[in-house]
T-cell receptor
Framework: GAVVSQHPSWVICKSGTSVKIECRSL??????MFWYRQFPKQSLMLMAT?????????EQGVEKDKFLINHASLTLSTLTVTSAHPEDSSFYIC??????????????FGPGTRLTVL | GQNIDQPTEMTATEGAIVQINCTYQ??????LFWYQQHAGEAPTFLSY??LDGLEEKGRFSSFLSRSKGYSYLLLKELQMKDSASYLC??????????WGAGTKLIIKP
C-alpha cells in the first residue's frame, strides 16, 4: 500500500525560531500534496495544496510567508513554520496523492507532526 | 457555501451497534469518505462511497444518498478499540476534501 512518512513526529522549539517538517511518499509519486493543521478537539483544516515543481496554493487566512511550502520532487514536500509562536502549536498532517494514477480522490496521510512552541 | 455536519459526540456500549450520521453540502460532489482518528494520530481511511447505497466492510458499513446529501457510518459489534473520532469528508468538484468536525465515539463496557 501507499505509505507517507513525516519527520519529525514531534518537535519542541523556542518562540521565534523556524521549524521544518518533511513529508515523503515512500512508494509512489506524489504529484499533489496537502498540508493540514489540527488544533485539539477540532477537525482538520487544510492549509495549502502543493503540486510538484510549482508554487503552493494557500487557503484563505493562511499566511504564505509564514508557512513556506516547497514541493521540490515527486516524493518530498516540506513545510517550514517561520518565526514560530505559541499559537502555531498544533498537529500538522500531510497527505499525498498520485494524480497520474487517475484517482483524484485517493489521499494517503502521513502520521502527523506535533509542534509545540514555547 | 460548503458544509459538513455530524454529531459532536456519541456514546455506545461494547458489543452494540452505532450509526454516525453525516450531511453535506458541497460545490460538486466526487464522493464521501469516512476516516477514523485516534487521539494524537493521523486519520486512517475507513470507507469511500460515490454511488448511492451501502458498502459493507467487515464490522463497518457506510451508506450514501446523493439526493439527500446524507451518509452514515455503521459500526457493529463495538469493541473498546473503536473509541475514536470519526471524520466525514466530502470530495468537491476540485477533488478537495471538505471535512466535518468529527464525531467522538465513546465506548463503554
Amino acid at each position: 500500500g501507499a505509505v507517507v512518512s513525516q519527520h519529525p513526529s514531534w518537535v519542541i522549539c523556542k518562540s521565534g525560531t523556524s521549524v521544518k517538517i518533511e513529508c515523503r511518499s515512500l512508494d509512489f509519486q506524489a504529484t499533489t500534496m496537502f498540508w493540514y493543521r489540527q488544533f485539539p478537539k477540532q477537525s482538520l483544516m487544510l492549509m495549502a495544496t502543493s503540486n510538484e515543481g510549482s508554487k503552493a496554493t494557500y487557503e484563505q487566512g493562511v499566511e504564505k510567508d509564514k508557512f513556506l511550502i516547497n514541493h521540490a520532487s515527486l516524493t518530498l514536500s516540506t513545510l517550514t513554520v517561520t518565526s514560530a509562536h505559541p499559537e502555531d502549536s498544533s498537529f500538522y498532517i500531510c497527505s499525498a496523492r498520485n494524480d497520474l494514477a487517475g484517482d483524484y480522490n485517493e489521499q494517503f496521510f502521513g502520521p502527523g507532526t506535533r509542534l509545540t512552541v514555547l | 457555501g460548503q458544509n459538513i455536519d455530524q454529531p459532536t459526540e456519541m456514546t455506545a456500549t461494547e458489543g452494540a451497534i452505532v450509526q454516525i450520521n453525516c450531511t453535506y453540502q458541497t460545490s460538486g460532489f466526487n464522493g464521501l469518505f469516512w476516516y477514523q482518528q485516534h487521539a494524537g494520530e493521523a486519520p486512517t481511511f475507513l470507507s469511500y462511497n460515490v454511488l448511492d447505497g451501502l458498502e459493507e466492510k467487515g464490522r463497518f458499513s457506510s451508506f450514501l444518498s446523493r439526493s439527500k446529501g446524507y451518509s452514515y457510518l455503521l459500526l457493529k459489534e463495538l469493541q473498546m478499540k473503536d473509541s475514536a473520532s470519526y471524520l466525514c469528508a466530502a470530495s468537491d468538484s476540485n477533488y478537495q476534501l471538505i471535512w466535518g468536525a468529527g464525531t467522538k465515539l465513546i465506548i463503554k463496557p
